[in-house]
């Protein structure tokens, strides 16, 4: 039970261009998040997905797309990067009962 | 969701008990507290969380006053693996979003 696992780790990208975060979840949870973390500031949300197939924009969705790929599965995708998303990217998984999120060991991006 | 106050840094010695309050004057009453923690470059992890009724579990302790205005987590016997930035969240539980708003929260650093 590996939990929340993403790839890659950490990640280079010049300006402009494009990659995709990846996550999984092996704990059959619905709901699946995607959270960004800014240096010395707490996790703001960018997109969430309540259940496979659904997804719907946080507070900060500008410059991403997300896809639910199926229940294990959570994408996010920068289609064209800027220094503004250098960030720390947390991916989560809800359960239910009791109702908590399970965070995964998160993406560092740097934007240059 | 309602809006959380936490001290920015706290200090406690090794083998004592550790003391995190939070202030939230203005929770409804269908508002739960929750307590997560992020050590250094890890993803969040959950601690507890409570209605009305204090909270205990194999991690810490959770004392909400009685008019809910307020609570304190509590880690009975702090070791150095404890030093890290906890999250005071209050939000209603078991909804579809179930979105998590993280503050500044407060960095717990545990001395020898």
């Known amino acids: 039970n590996a939990g929340v696992t993403q790839t890659p780790k950490f990640q280079v990208l010049k300006t402009g261009q494009s990659m995709t975060l990846q996550c999984a979840q092996d704990m059959n949870h619905n709901s699946m998040y995607w959270y960004r973390q800014d240096p010395g500031m707490g996790l703001r949300l960018i997109y969430y997905s309540a259940s496979e197939g659904t997804t719907d924009k946080g507070e900060v969705p500008n410059g991403y797309n997300v896809s639910r790929l199926n229940k294990r599965e959570f994408s996010l995708r920068l289609e064209s990067a800027a220094p503004s998303q250098t960030s720390v990217y947390f991916c989560?998984?809800?359960?239910?009962?009791?109702?908590?999120?399970?965070f995964g060991p998160g993406t560092r991006l740097t934007v240059l | 969701d309602a809006k959380t106050t936490q001290p920015p840094s706290m200090d406690c010695a090794e083998g004592r008990a550790a003391n995190l309050p939070c202030n939230h004057s203005?929770?409804?009453?269908?508002?739960?507290v929750y307590w997560y923690r992020q050590i250094h470059s890890q993803g969040p992890q959950y601690i507890i969380h409570?209605?009305?009724n204090n909270e205990t579990n194999e991690m810490a302790s959770l004392i909400i006053t009685e008019d809910r205005k307020s609570s304190t987590l509590i880690l009975p016997h702090a070791t150095l693996r404890d030093t890290a930035v906890y999250y005071c969240i209050v939000r209603v539980g078991s909804t579809s979003y179930g979105k998590l708003t993280f503050g500044q929260g407060t960095i717990l650093t545990v001395h020898p």
């Open positions: 409570g209605l009305k």
């Open positions: 989560a998984s809800r359960s239910g009962v009791p109702d908590t999120q399970y």
């Open positions: 203005t929770i409804s009453g269908n508002e739960y």
